[in-house]
């Protein structure tokens, strides 16, 4: 299947900062993916060097078969960034002109504000839209120039329930005709609801890039941790570190961990089991030092 973008090891450094440290991944035609990743994991850098806003410190990126660089390649894209900052004073109508006048085929305007559920505020200036309605705007304005392949930071942000379904209508209705896609999210539930792959990013690192279900299975695990010394062998440990004198074990099964643990009659005290966040349970399961105690 062609390649439409890859990042080939990339690394990218703002000062001491490493925020991607040797990352690789192929986004292909026809596919929709999604970024997982908590705050700082560099999701939003990745999307700036793919669509040639920042350049690697090293590794190669390729949009389109070219460099991000080239204008001719960014025509076959559509983006949303993080935050957009669109001229207050001019009408929904408008933008959408200016924004299409910069591409050779674009989508006709009643059909994209159609699409995004945004054929009333047609007249409206964008000054007077409310944070949702500019963020939908925003993200329509990605699909003007009939791209191949659209990035979408954080595309629900601030969205409630009705209008985030409505965005991800237009984003389906895309990705269906044969669009390609690459979204950005903290939640693995708004990935589920759109994508079939997603890729884990934490500390600038690839931690997994597989089906929504494969991952789901990955991040439903536990920590235990506790104090005790010369543990046993305990079942369905998936990673384990010794922090500041306690054990934190990382399982999908606490409770059977639990009476193994009592079973074994080892002396152990401050027993506390808790959820891991995305990126705990990411970084237990895939760091090699935290394998064993
Ligand atoms: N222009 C910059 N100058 C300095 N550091 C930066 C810059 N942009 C990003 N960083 C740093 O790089 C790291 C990755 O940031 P990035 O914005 O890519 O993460 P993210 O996954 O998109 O986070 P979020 O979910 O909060 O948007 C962070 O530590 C961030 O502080």
Do not use: C
């Not at 990035?151 to 969205?159: A, I």
């Not at 959820?275 to 237990?284: G, V």
């Amino acid at each position: 299947m062609t390649v439409l973008a890859r990042a080939g090891d990339v690394t990218r450094r703002y000062g001491d900062v490493l925020a991607l440290d040797g990352v690789s991944l192929d986004i292909r035609a026809g596919e929709m993916v999604g970024l997982l990743g908590p705050n700082g994991a560099g999701k939003s850098t990745l999307i700036n060097l793919f669509v040639g806003l920042r350049r690697p410190t090293s590794g190669t990126v390729e949009l389109l078969g070219g460099s991000p660089q080239d204008p001719a390649r960014r025509l076959g894209i559509g983006v949303t960034p993080q935050e957009t900052g669109l001229p207050e004073t001019l009408r929904v109508g408008e933008i959408v002109d200016f924004v299409g006048a910069h591409f050779p085929k674009r989508v006709e305007k009643g059909e994209l504000l159609e699409r995004f559920g945004l054929s009333d505020l047609i007249k409206r200036q964008m000054g007077g839209l409310s944070g949702g309605q500019k963020r939908r705007v925003a993200v329509a304005l990605a699909f003007t120039g009939r791209p191949r392949l659209v990035f979408l930071d954080e595309p629900t942000t601030g969205l409630d329930v009705e209008a985030r379904r409505t965005l991800w209508e237009g984003i389906r209705a895309f990705h269906e005709e044969g669009g390609t896609v690459l979204l950005t999210s903290h939640y693995l539930e708004e990935i589920e609801a759109l994508a079939k792959r997603v890729v884990v990013v934490g500390h600038g690192r690839v931690l997994a890039d597989d089906t929504v279900d494969a991952v789901r299975a990955m991040v439903g695990v536990r920590r235990v941790s506790l104090v005790a010394e010369n543990l046993p062998e305990l079942p369905g440990v998936l990673g384990s570190e010794l922090v500041d004198g306690r054990t934190n074990l990382v399982t999908t099964d606490p409770d059977r961990l639990v009476v193994e643990l009592v079973r074994s009659g080892t002396p152990f005290s401050g027993l506390e089991v808790r959820p891991t966040t995305l990126e705990e349970a990411f970084l237990a399961i895939t760091s090699k030092e935290g394998a064993h105690v």
